[in-house]
């Protein structure tokens, strides 16, 4: 492979407009991530909204990749794209971006997939650093996001199987939703993240599902959270007020507890101690202390992402691209954008 390899990553499946640049060796040369303050009024994304903001940022968010990963865009080898999951409207953005891009330049264009790429974050080296160990196939990822939880058999850069998902909502939604019914702000994850750390996790208990397998199910939680809510403020209209740092600790402490409960029992079943976590949900502080707790107590070899690597960003786009560019697995002008995955990580 020649040594002028540079792939350009795009990422516009929910919120985020991003755009990164790999060079050979998978060593991240620049990663630009827009993000979009406009949906904060409304306590969710607004996917319309999301789409006009994607078209805004697209151009200048690439411009800056390019500029900081210093090349011009006629040294391109490739574009990869998040082609799905996601929301279609912010999918189409990107995904058109990229035909135009890759036909303009006449290179090749590789799709990713949200999710693989989320796993395929821990494989980024920034310039720089120093090497740094890496999974080892196959391992275990736990990948929790705003739009899924699943736990992952991962055997190959290109080779996962999804060995257990929630049945209705992922654990990012139950968060941001919990933290909306407080009348918290968005995304609710960080702001519950740092209330948990002043608060007690065992000052409320919620109901735990009951899924076979390893299975999750977080709708319960969220119907168990607000009607515990709604019998306390019956008691005391200001409950919330006196009490958040305890409810966010102990909603966080729940969501942990169900997250690491179904991994550990997947890493038994695969008798496996090679784990990791991956996703924007593997940025909270007690997922991460549990992950680590577990670690000691049962010997796994664990990798955690670096914060920026957890929620949406283009650099795990273009690491996925990258590994696919080596195998020349390249997409069609006319490959469509996908908006729901189903029991497969389909690529
Ligand atoms: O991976 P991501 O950026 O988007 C999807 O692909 O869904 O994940 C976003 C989710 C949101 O639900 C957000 O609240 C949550 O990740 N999140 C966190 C933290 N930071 C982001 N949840 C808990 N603790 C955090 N520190």
């Excluded at 968010?61 to 006629?74: D, F, N, T, Y």
């Excluded at 199987?161 to 919990?178: L, S």
């Excluded at 550990?264 to 549990?290: C, F, H, P, W």
């Excluded at 914060?307 to 195998?327: H, L, R, W």
Aim: charge should be neutral.
């Amino acid at each position: 492979m020649n040594t002028n390899t540079f792939i350009l990553g795009i990422e516009s499946s929910c919120d985020d407009t991003s755009a990164a640049v790999v060079k050979e060796g998978g060593i991240l040369l620049s990663n630009i991530v827009a993000g979009q303050a406009v949906h904060e009024a409304y306590g969710g994304v607004v996917p319309e909204l999301a789409s006009r903001a994607h078209q805004q940022n697209i151009v200048p968010v690439v411009h800056e990749a390019l500029k900081r990963a210093g090349i011009k865009k006629e040294e391109l080898s490739a574009v990869a794209f998040t082609r799905g999951p996601g929301l279609m409207g912010s999918l189409l953005v990107g995904v058109s971006f990229a035909k135009g891009f890759a036909r303009a330049l006449n290179i090749p264009m590789i799709d990713v997939n949200h999710l693989k790429a989320h796993v395929l974050a821990h494989f980024i080296r920034e310039e720089g650093e120093a090497a740094k160990e890496q999974p080892s196939f196959p391992f275990l990822c736990l990948l929790v996001s705003g739009g899924n939880s699943q736990i992952i058999w991962v055997k190959g850069y290109d080779d996962m199987d999804v060995v257990g998902q929630t049945i209705d909502d992922a654990a990012g939604e139950a968060i941001d939703k919990c933290s909306k019914i407080m009348g918290l702000g968005y995304p609710g994850g960080p702001i519950i993240d740092r209330l948990a750390r002043q608060g007690n996790p065992e000052a409320f208990t919620f109901s735990k599902p009951q899924v076979p397998e390893l299975d999750y199910s977080f709708s319960g939680l969220k119907t168990s959270f607000l009607y515990s809510l709604r019998n306390w403020i019956k008691e005391d209209p200001d409950f919330i007020e006196h009490h958040k740092a305890d409810l966010a600790a102990s909603l966080e402490a729940t969501i942990v507890n169900i997250l690491m409960n179904k991994l550990r029992k997947a890493a038994k079943q695969y008798n496996i101690q090679e784990l990791a976590i991956a996703g924007g949900v593997s940025a909270n502080t007690g997922l991460r202390n549990a992950f680590r707790e577990h670690a000691n107590k049962y010997g796994w070899n664990i990798f955690i992402p670096k914060f920026s690597f957890t929620t949406d960003n283009a650099a795990m786009v273009a690491i996925t691209g990258y590994f696919k560019y080596q195998n020349k697995d390249f997409c069609s002008m006319e490959l469509p954008a996908y908006s729901r995955v189903g029991l497969r990580v389909e690529s």
